[in-house]
Each structure stands twice: as C-alpha cells, then as structure tokens.
C-alpha cells in the first residue's frame, strides 16, 4: 500500500519548483532572439534531461517498477549568457521518472515535472516524456548492453513549445552494489512558435541534431533502493543526482 500511494502522488501532483529558468524573460526570448535564445535553452534541457535518462542498465523483469526522482543542473557556458539567456546561470530541472518492465528484456517509461517559467510573468510549463528501453546484451556475467528511445515536449507556454527525440545507446559493468556505464547519444529537437497571426500548421523550426557523452553510476545501498549520478559531456556540461526504488 505505501508503494501504491507514492505511485499515485507523484504521477497526480506535479510538484512546483523554483528553477533559474524562472530568470528568463519569456517575452524577449521571443520577441527579440528566437532562433539564438530557444536554441540555447533547448541545448540547457536536452543536456539536463540527458543527464538522468537512465536509471538502471538492468532489466527489472516483467511487471516490475523503478520510481526515480533526479534534480540535474546544466552549466551554461559564459558565451551563452546574452540576450534573454543573461541572467539565467547554471540552469536546474528536478523531474520523476517512472520504468516499468515488460517481457524479453523490454522496458517502457515516463517522466514529468510541472512548474513555473520565466520571467516577468511566470506561467505554468509541462515537462514530460515517453520512451522505451531494451537491454540487448545480459548473458555476460557483468556486461549490459542496450539502447534507449525517449520523446519528449516542453510545453503549455503561451509563445512557444519544444519537442525533444533522444537516441542512447549505453555499455555498462556492475559490480556488486555498484553500476558503471557510459552512453553515447543524439537528439534532434523542433521549437513551435505560436504567436499571434501566425498559421496554426507552422510545421515549426528545425534545431540541429547534437551528439554528446553521458557517463554516469548506481550506487546500490539495498537491492531495491539505489542512489544515482550522472555527467554529460556535449553542448552544455550537465550533472545530475538522485535515487530510485524498485517496486513490487
């Protein structure tokens, strides 16, 4: 019963947290420097979000359930810091992410955060993804070998939207308690803008595919319960920390 009611409060109340996103001026990111400024804060996300991707290298087996919770912080370079991007620092997106198993080393997941955005009015944005994960490689003693599929949107804004498709493949050892693992990848991504006169079939802007390393461990205090980190060397350098518990 304690598992079943944790489910459900994370997957039906989004949690509203304080992010340096909240120090960007929606309004100019648009109005002023739309291709350079949602080019940049998509870069900040993919990375943070690529940060935490992966909660396990092993399969869970059928039916069974990893709940993670992961805050990861991308370091925005220097360079990047003008326009409507000025003020924004290192930028920090916490999100739940839920792993279920299926059947033939076959997994599927989910993940999402609410919360407030930009500046000066903040509005209420959705963060969430969906994906796969298929382990292709277990029959060696300690080797893991798979792959990772995972769309995903920022979205509910009023001037603008991102979609996210990001392509992991992963080669991981464990040792008892402990995973290691690293995981080359790419994404591609498309920003909408919906302004006012604009046609509603904008088939919206292209953002250019960005190719990155992700590294990352778990640590392993029970066989249920495992502590995560997580770096990403690409566009924007990112880490992430948190924890997992499988269920059931």
């Not at 291709?35 to 943070?48: D, H, K, P, W, Y």
């Not at 290192?90 to 993940?111: A, C, D, S, W």
């Not at 209420?124 to 070998?145: D, K, Q």
């Amino acid at each position: 019963m304690p598992y079943i009611s944790l489910i459900f409060l994370c997957l039906f109340f989004p949690v509203n947290v304080l992010l340096h996103a909240q120090e960007i001026d929606l309004d100019r990111l648009i109005n002023d420097s739309t291709s350079a400024g949602v080019n940049n804060l998509n870069a900040s996300i993919n990375s943070v979000l690529n940060s935490s991707a992966i909660q396990s290298i092993q399969t869970l087996g059928a039916m069974r359930v990893n709940l993670a919770f992961t805050s990861a912080w991308a370091v925005v370079n220097q360079e990047q810091r003008t326009g409507s991007l000025a003020n924004t620092g290192n930028f920090k997106i916490p999100f739940f992410q839920m792993e279920i198993g299926l059947p033939y080393r076959l997994h599927v997941l989910g993940r999402a955060m609410a919360f407030k955005f930009g500046q000066p009015n903040a509005e209420n944005a959705l963060l969430w993804g969906v994906g796969m994960r298929y382990t292709m490689i277990e029959e060696a003693s300690s080797l893991r070998v798979g792959f990772l599929v995972l769309y995903q949107e920022l979205e509910q804004l009023t001037d603008f939207d991102i979609r996210m498709l990001l392509i992991q493949t992963y080669l991981g050892y464990f040792l008892p308690r402990v995973d290691f693992y690293i995981a080359p990848s790419a994404s591609r991504s498309v920003f909408n803008t919906h302004l006012d006169g604009q046609p509603a079939n904008n088939p919206g802007s292209l953002i250019e595919a960005f190719l990155r390393l992700n590294g990352g461990v778990h640590v392993y205090a029970t066989k249920r319960l495992a502590l995560t980190g997580n770096i990403v060397f690409g566009e924007y350098l990112a880490l992430g920390i948190g924890g997992s518990i499988t269920l059931f």
